[in-house]
């Protein structure tokens, strides 16, 4: 035999040599899920080793997120039912703790990349990421909304706006708002291609975020359907944005690869909260070894092509990669 494969295998050194993905602690995003208050932490059952802090606890968390080489956070608010309505006038109110926690975190971490949420769902009374009105989502009506949140966390100090509502020309509408209000360098991380998955239950069960009618089928994307994840792309990308985002990450790697091909910005992915859930389960019952599947999983995720990877599971690859360095 002329070709045998397996010589650039014989040794833990020349495997290194050849290897052909990296996955380091740089890639990743760290899930933070805030609340309001002090000394809170409030765990959630359906997304094992996840907590919702409120913001002293949170500050304790990204202090050892940094500790192990993460130094990005997505940040989710957990919101009274008594504060939302049907305009989610408290996603842009002065009184939010989730803009006030976001000016915490820059004040004491400025090191820190923070990306944000940017959807009504948190702050709806309808549970829903748009406006509505007789029970139909209005697309138009929803982007000043949306604009208004985006202004307001950039003003509190956000460094990538996250529109996860998934509107018809919110990115184009929330660059904008941002340029006329002298936020130009405030980034827009568009969520691109979210599909309409299963696999968001324990998220939604973080945030008590669930649509008290209907599904989020006439928004989010068709799970079916992979040329229309370039159409999401092509129009995010000409309306501005800076990333594109795939959620969720490790059943959706084809989308990734494609728009990974396609487009000449970085390409994140979101492992989701049923994705890691089903590893945390799995491992759980004695059936898989947690780490392994973790890292085997976000490997994956980068080898079709994310440059960015936001997933519960940030910190505990962190500091596995840690420990191997010694």
Same mark, same amino acid.
């Given at each position: 035999?002329?070709?045998?494969?397996?010589?650039?295998?014989?040794?833990?050194?020349?495997?290194?040599?050849?290897?052909? +993905?990296?996955?380091?602690?740089?890639?990743?995003?760290?899930?933070?899920?805030?609340?309001?208050?002090?000394?809170?932490?409030?765990?959630?059952?359906?997304?094992?080793?996840?907590?919702?802090?409120?913001?002293?606890?949170?500050?304790?968390?990204?202090?050892?997120?940094?500790?192990?080489?993460?130094?990005?956070?997505?940040?989710?608010?957990?919101?009274?039912?008594?504060?939302?309505?049907?305009?989610?006038?408290?996603?842009?109110?002065?009184?939010?703790?989730?803009?006030?926690?976001?000016?915490?975190?820059?004040?004491?971490?400025?090191?820190?990349?923070?990306?944000?949420?940017?959807?009504?769902?948190?702050?709806?009374?309808?549970?829903?990421?748009?406006?509505?009105?007789?029970?139909?989502?209005?697309?138009?009506?929803?982007?000043?909304?949306?604009?208004?949140?985006?202004?307001?966390?950039?003003?509190?100090?956000?460094?990538?706006?996250?529109?996860?509502?998934?509107?018809?020309?919110?990115?184009?509408?929330?660059?904008?708002?941002?340029?006329?209000?002298? #936020?130009?360098?405030?980034?827009?991380?568009?969520? +691109?291609?979210?599909?309409?998955?299963? $696999?968001?239950?324990? #998220?939604?069960?973080?945030?008590?975020?669930?649509?008290?009618?209907?599904?989020?089928? +006439?928004?989010?994307?068709?799970?079916?359907?992979?040329?229309?994840?370039?159409?999401?792309?092509?129009?995010?990308?000409?309306?501005?944005?800076?990333?594109?985002?795939?959620?969720?990450?490790?059943?959706?790697?084809?989308?990734?690869?494609?728009?990974?091909?396609?487009?000449?910005?970085?390409?994140?992915?979101?492992?989701?909260?049923?994705?890691?859930?089903?590893?945390?389960?799995?491992?759980?019952?004695?059936?898989?070894?947690?780490?392994?599947?973790?890292?085997? +999983?976000?490997?994956?995720?980068?080898?079709?092509?994310?440059?960015?990877?936001?997933?519960?599971?940030?910190?505990?690859?962190?500091?596995? $990669?840690?420990?191997?360095?010694?």
């Amino acid at each position: 035999m002329i070709q045998r494969p397996r010589r650039n295998r014989k040794s833990a050194a020349i495997r290194g040599l050849v290897e052909e +993905t990296h996955l380091t602690a740089q890639h990743l995003v760290q899930p933070l899920f805030l609340v309001d208050g002090k000394n809170k932490k409030n765990a959630i059952k359906s997304l094992p080793s996840m907590h919702q802090l409120s913001t002293d606890l949170a500050l304790k968390e990204i202090e050892k997120c940094l500790n192990v080489g993460v130094k990005s956070f997505i940040l989710f608010p957990a919101v009274e039912e008594k504060l939302k309505n049907k305009n989610a006038t408290y996603s842009y109110s002065s009184k939010n703790f989730y803009l006030k926690a976001i000016k915490t975190f820059k004040q004491n971490f400025p090191e820190v990349n923070l990306i944000s949420d940017v959807a009504m769902d948190p702050y709806s009374s309808d549970g829903h990421d748009g406006y509505i009105e007789n029970g139909k989502i209005l697309n138009d009506k929803t982007l000043p909304i949306l604009a208004k949140m985006a202004i307001a966390q950039a003003e509190a100090g956000i460094d990538i706006i996250g529109p996860s509502d998934m509107m018809d020309g919110r990115v184009g509408y929330i660059r904008q708002a941002l340029d006329e209000n002298g #936020f130009t360098d405030t980034s827009i991380m568009s969520y +691109t291609a979210k599909y309409a998955s299963a $696999f968001y239950g324990p #998220f939604r069960d973080a945030l008590d975020s669930a649509p008290k009618a209907g599904d989020k089928k +006439t928004y989010q994307m068709n799970p079916a359907n992979q040329r229309e994840a370039l159409l999401e792309a092509d129009l995010d990308f000409a309306e501005g944005a800076d990333f594109l985002m795939v959620k969720p990450a490790s059943i959706y790697l084809d989308i990734i690869h494609l728009l990974k091909q396609q487009f000449p910005i970085p390409i994140a992915a979101y492992h989701v909260s049923g994705e890691y859930a089903m590893l945390q389960a799995a491992a759980k019952n004695g059936w898989l070894d947690y780490m392994a599947c973790l890292e085997e +999983t976000l490997l994956s995720i980068r080898r079709a092509g994310a440059d960015i990877i936001i997933t519960y599971g940030a910190k505990d690859m962190a500091i596995a $990669f840690k420990k191997r360095k010694g």
